[in-house]
Structures are given as structure tokens and as C-alpha cells.
């Protein structure tokens, strides 16, 4: 009997191990904004593409001295996006807007659906990035 309780016991351990590395609930992922991405001599946002699973955070943090914006956009309206930074920054996009992201601001927003989606700065429309969201098989 013995053995049998020490047997489930190591069982129980190496399987609470192995799942120890397999992906959780609702994570919340940290995009920065690094310095210099608004002068363009740096990447632009960091990682690029994100890849995440529904419920899941995205946080992107602005560590640039300029200001920046965080707007979710559709692929098929990007050149209007791009026409509409001539007209001034009260773009609203479909999606998610965090509208103005002064150095050391954050912003979040949680994605519920599985699909690809895009991102700009309005103000430096050559900042143009991926969110891969994939389904969640734990929820």
C-alpha cells in the first residue's frame, strides 16, 4: 500500500512539472516602444510579430522620448490611415486606440478573437506591426 501512495505521489509531481512549461490563462505579453523607434533608426516595436493566445494581454510601453499612439488597425484601410495623419490624429480605429502615448505611458488591451491583426503610430505611420492571436485550447 505503501508503494502505491509513494507511486500516485511521483506521479502526481513529474506531471505537475511537465505542465509547469505549457502556456496559461490569460498572460499578459510587454510590447516596448524602444528608443529611437520615432526617428526610425530602431526597431519599432519589441517583438515583432507577437504572437499570443485569446485572453490574452498585450502591454505596450512607450520607452521613446517622443510620443506615440497604439491603434489597431485593418489591413485594407492602412493607406487611409496613412492620408488621415495629414488631417490630424482624431483617427478612430476599429479596434483598439490608446491615443497618446507620452514617454513612459502604457496601454493595454485584451484580445478575445483569434485572427491577425495590425497595428500603427498614427503619428509615425511608417510604424506599421503584426499581433498573431491564436486560439486558446485552455479556455
Not at 79 to 103: E, H, M, V
Not at 115 to 121: D, P, V
Amino acid at each position: 500500500m505503501k508503494h502505491y501512495i509513494l507511486y500516485i505521489f511521483v506521479i502526481i509531481i513529474v506531471f505537475s512539472n511537465s505542465l509547469s512549461g505549457s502556456y496559461g490563462i490569460n498572460q499578459k505579453v510587454v510590447v516596448t516602444i524602444p528608443f529611437g523607434a520615432g526617428k526610425n533608426i530602431t526597431q519599432h516595436f519589441v517583438p515583432n510579430p507577437v504572437v499570443i493566445h485569446t485572453g490574452d494581454t498585450i502591454e505596450w510601453i512607450n520607452e521613446d522620448i517622443t510620443i506615440h499612439t497604439v491603434n489597431g488597425i485593418e489591413v485594407l484601410v492602412i493607406d487611409d490611415i496613412k492620408s488621415a495623419y495629414s488631417r490630424g490624429l482624431s483617427l478612430n480605429t476599429s479596434l483598439f486606440n490608446s491615443n497618446l502615448l507620452f514617454p513612459g505611458d502604457k496601454f493595454d488591451f485584451s484580445f478575445d478573437q483569434e485572427g491577425i491583426y495590425n497595428y500603427i503610430c498614427i503619428i509615425h505611420p511608417y510604424l506599421i506591426w503584426t499581433i498573431n492571436v491564436e486560439k486558446n485550447d485552455y479556455l
